[in-house]
């Protein structure tokens, strides 16, 4: 579903991915751990056709992402479900017509709108705030908006940079499960974190650990030893010390 092969992406002389090489089947997890500025949303935004491959190869859902078209982009994006950090929702329209935009976009019939939106609402908790301006909500309330209408047309993967991040842990927690369900309806999801716990509540993830562009480790979800080493690191800091 993801290959990627020797990817270097470079913003002037600065490289922001050194030589990073992963593969994942339909329904694998992957985890992108590591510092700020290790180049995780670099490597999210060439996934989804942002930043142009440099240097590699990128194959994403049989698109080689190295010779698409700018005009061919759409027909990658339709099998991606976006959270990025810097979510955005219509202020002036409800939760409701938020969720719903893509669908009709889609061309979905209303009752197949209905259906869908609800039972994505529900999963989020947001079932009571249907009919909210999006501008009444709080924060961490519009990002599980945006995250509603990114899983909604219920895309082949998911390309989810820090989501929880503005969200209180046991909120978080809930929110991952969503995430959990999708994968386990066959979803790819490729996770960008810092965080401890949704680390280890995540077992059947593979995880790949950046630091100054370059993979680190990249872990299977067999393998406990990294997960374990990696905390370890954290605490005492040298993850930043390079
Ligand atoms: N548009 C840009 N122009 C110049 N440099 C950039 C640009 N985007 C990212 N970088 C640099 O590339 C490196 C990787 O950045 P990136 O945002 O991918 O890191 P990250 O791991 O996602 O960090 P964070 O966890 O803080 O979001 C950083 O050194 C950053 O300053």
């Known amino acids: 579903m993801i290959h990627v092969k020797s990817l270097s992406h470079s913003f002037g002389s600065h490289w922001a991915l050194k030589d990073v090489s992963f593969s994942l089947r339909q329904?694998?997890?992957?985890?992108?751990?590591g510092p700020s500025g290790a180049g995780k949303t670099t490597l999210m935004r060439i996934l989804h056709g942002a930043l142009p491959v440099q240097r590699g190869r990128v194959n994403v859902a049989g698109m080689?992402?190295?010779?698409?078209?700018?005009?061919r982009l759409h027909r990658l994006r339709?099998?991606?479900?976006?959270?990025?950090?810097?979510f955005k929702v219509l202020p002036g329209r409800t939760v409701f017509d938020n969720v719903a935009l893509p669908l009709r976009v889609q061309g979905q019939k209303a009752q197949v709108v209905q259906h869908r939106v609800r039972a994505v609402l529900r999963s989020l908790e947001l079932d009571t705030k249907a009919r909210c301006l999006c501008?009444?909500?709080?924060g961490g309330e519009q990002q599980r908006v945006a995250i509603a209408r990114s899983v909604v047309?219920?895309?082949?993967i998911i390309l989810a940079d820090e989501p929880t991040g503005n969200?209180?842990?046991?909120?978080?927690?809930?929110l991952m499960n969503v995430f959990h369900q999708f994968n386990r309806?066959?979803?790819?999801?490729?996770?960008a974190t810092h965080n401890r716990d949704i680390l280890a509540n995540t077992p059947m993830a593979n995880i790949l650990y950046l630091r100054d562009g370059a993979p680190v480790a990249l872990?299977?979800?067999s393998g406990q030893g990294l997960r374990r080493e990696l905390w370890a690191r954290r605490t005492t800091g040298s993850c930043e010390e390079g």
């Open 219 to 221: 872990e299977s979800p």
């Open 153 to 156: 047309v219920k895309p082949k």
């Open 78 to 86: 339709r099998q991606i479900g976006v959270v990025f950090q810097d």
């Open 185 to 191: 309806h066959g979803t790819t999801i490729v996770f």
């Open 135 to 138: 501008q009444e909500l709080s």
């Open 167 to 174: 969200l209180d842990p046991d909120l978080g927690r809930r």
């Open 64 to 71: 080689d992402l190295g010779t698409l078209r700018a005009s």
């Open 27 to 33: 329904g694998e997890f992957l985890f992108l751990v």
